[in-house]
């Protein structure tokens, strides 16, 4: 890196197109240096992309282990990024296994663990109770100084309400987080409602706008804050614990506020996008990958989950010539013909993916790119879907890991080694130690820093 005795301010921006951008980091924002080890380490990132149902495993598994494999069919589209990818194979979520006495529920089950490593109490009702997601717990550490600590995002509707599966609730297939055991954290599907969350209310995103915002947020917190502490002295112990989770709720809100009136960056001025949803199932996968990318080269959030659809989802895919329901392909019943629909669908999701990536390689972040300076992790909660098999998971990481990742690699586990010793040794790699996460048994050793 050739640093010089120029700084560009962090606030300059780039005009073109009709839109203003905000810079990520840059080596000419950082002023000449008299030691190479006072340079500013770029940020820790994580994503988490899910996709449901299960997938045509043999077109999704290398043949071979180690470094000397070639990219099966469905994970062709990410060729030119072999090197940024390790596919793991192996791997369990046991706590999506049905327990006695329980029955169906499997595709409930796999969303609500996956992330926790834990098994969901059955309940169609108010009362659901999981455990803390992945995410969150990298939230917790790694997002402290961002806006936001966390973005949850999904394409496919979550107003689903009652049972998903018989005596499931629709709540363990809505979400992927769980700030805690009985809070699952809601998704966005609205393309316009996550540039709003993200950037403001008002297509005005000038620093006086924003600013005024930023004054009147404030001042309704300061307002709720005394209203809630006056009603919480007039309350009885077990509604006071509700209450508390409201509060942390709030604080949230004033944590996010004091980030932002600190922070110096000119936020995007574009073009909020249009109500509703577009048309087809890329179209929209791509306009949510670039809001993603917005996200994470702002510095609005370092940690996002992202459901590109959800367990039992029945999105067809007239687009590609599939106008059967995604979650009816994959009862295939070993036929075929369905299962080629499957195979072709799994890797129209990969393909979406495979955008993300060039995005991210294509964005500057310090003196290396986005993808660079992020752990993806992508895959399944069930791998066989007409056998609704929760071992042998389709899983991949990607990203550099700011260089503690090494990709170009498959690498197969035995024993169904829990899917949540490779979050649990994410979060390690995060510098999150939580001891254990879920059923984890332990870390994974050289998946990182080799």
């Known amino acids: 890196m050739i640093i010089t005795k120029k700084a560009l301010s962090r606030r300059t921006f780039l005009r073109g197109a009709g839109a203003v951008l ?73 706590p999506a296994m049905p327990q006695p006495g329980e029955g ?54 979550n107003e689903l309400i009652g049972a998903c599966e018989a005596g499931w609730s629709c709540a363990y297939a809505n979400t992927l987080s769980w700030r805690n055991e009985s809070t699952p954290l809601p998704m966005e599907n609205q393309p316009r409602a996550v540039f709003e969350r993200l950037f403001g209310d008002s297509d005005d995103t000038s620093k006086e706008a924003r600013d005024a915002r930023l004054k009147e947020e404030r001042s309704i917190l300061d307002s709720l804050l005394t209203e809630v502490d006056k009603l919480q002295k007039t309350l009885p112990s077990y509604d006071r614990q509700k209450i508390d989770q409201y509060l942390e709720a709030i604080r949230d809100s004033e ?16 073009v909020r996008p249009s109500g509703g949803i577009p048309d087809t199932f890329a179209e929209h996968a791509k306009l949510m990958f670039d809001l ?41 019943q070993d036929n075929p013909v369905q299962m080629e629909k499957l195979a072709k669908l799994n890797r129209h999701h990969i393909e979406q993916f495979a955008y993300f990536m060039d995005k991210l390689a294509e964005t500057p972040d310090g003196d290396a790119t986005l993808l ?21 998971l389709p899983c ?6 700011s260089g503690t990742h090494k990709g170009g690699r498959h690498i ?39």
């Open 292 to 332: 993603q990318l917005m996200a994470f080269q702002t510095d609005m959030t370092r940690v996002i989950t992202f459901m590109m659809s959800r367990e039992v989802s029945p999105r067809s895919y007239p687009e590609l010539g599939i106008p059967d329901p995604h979650h009816g392909l994959s009862h295939h």
């Open 104 to 157: 169906t529920g499997d595709h409930v089950r796999a969303s609500a663990a996956y992330l926790t490593g834990a098994h969901p109490k059955k309940t169609e009702g108010a009362d659901i109770e999981c455990g803390v997601s992945m995410d969150q717990l990298a939230a917790a550490h790694i997002g402290n100084a961002t806006q936001m600590r966390s973005l949850e995002i999904a394409l496919d509707p």
């Open 255 to 270: 944590r996010r506020i004091a980030i932002a009136e600190r922070q110096s960056i000119e936020l995007p001025e574009m």
């Open 372 to 392: 660079d300076n992020i752990v993806m992790l992508y895959g399944c909660g069930i791998s066989d879907g007409n056998k609704h098999l929760h071992t042998d």
């Open 22 to 94: 905000a810079l990520p980091a840059l080596e000419s924002m950082v002023p000449a240096l008299s030691n190479a080890q006072d340079y500013i380490k770029p940020a820790q990132r994580l994503f988490v992309g899910y996709v449901p149902n299960g997938v045509i495993m043999d077109k999704w598994t290398p043949k071979t282990i180690g470094t000397n494999f070639e990219l099966p069919e469905t994970l062709k589209p990410l060729g030119k990024y072999k090197e940024k990818i390790s596919i793991l194979s192996g791997l369990a979520l046991h």
């Open 396 to 401: 991949f990481i990607a990203g550099g890991g």
């Open 412 to 450: 197969s586990f035995e024993a169904d080694l829990p899917i949540s010793n490779l979050q649990l040794t994410m979060l390690n790699n995060f510098g999150v130690n939580v001891g254990a996460l879920g059923d984890s048994t332990g870390v994974i050793e050289n998946l990182f820093n080799v």
